[in-house]
């Protein structure tokens, strides 16, 4: 229970990778707050205990606000936030004017933004941190999702710099995930058999599970991580095969 007693704030926490955080933090002792624009269909709960939900439009500065003094006055402190909330339909740039592509950047990096700011004082109290949750498409070309990717790749930085200006109180870290499989991976690979393909493109032959996350972001909450600021972790299985070994004939048996 190496997060015992302490208060976690888990954005987008009520499904797929952020439900995956917000079960590992309660596992490891946290009392932890989800939000998100609408309820889960069921309670978040692990090992016990139940997370507590909050209806909030992360773009709304004024709401952003709220929330967290909402959580201070309820537990008197807060120490962790994972920036979670995001995520972006496909569409290839051309397809989109430029204010469609803006909102796509402004829910994943001008939101996890806002929400640092407005927890940055009990942050700073409590000697907590943040946890940005980016994703390999911030990391490499992003075709059908360039405003996705562009915004992650945006929030790593953004993360480092936060690393800086607020430390030592505030330790501030990104967490990077590759492919995961949730209750959405199909909106994304298919049906199932174009799932189990896609997991063969991974080096671990598999997608992580939204546990996998969970742990990992556990990990940069707790103590074992006191010394680990401005860091990106990747979280991808080995990331994914370059095609250039599949398409070259050296070394090919006949």
Known sequence: MELKGRVAVVTGGTRGVGAGIARAFLAAGARVVVCARRPPERPVEEGGLRASFTAVDLREPGAVQELFEAVADRYGRLDCLVNNAGGTPYRLLGEGDAARHARVVELNLLAPMTASLAAYPWLRASRGSVVMIGSV????????????????????????????????????????????????AHLHYGDEAGVRAVAETV?????????????????????????????SLLVHGGGERPAFL?????????
């Open 246 to 254: 599949d398409a070259a004939t050296v070394n090919k048996e006949d």
């Open 203 to 231: 080096p671990l032959g598999r997608l992580a599970e939204p546990s996998d996350i969970g742990a990992a972001a556990v990990f940069l909450a707790s103590d074992r991580a006191a010394y680990v600021s401005g860091a």
């Open 137 to 184: 498409s911030g990391t490499r070309p992003s075709p059908g999702t360039a405003a996705y990717g562009a915004a992650k790749a945006g929030l790593e930085n953004l993360a480092r710099s936060m690393a800086v200006e607020w430390a030592p109180e505030v330790r501030v870290n990104s967490l990077v995930p590759g492919m995961v499989r949730t209750e959405l």
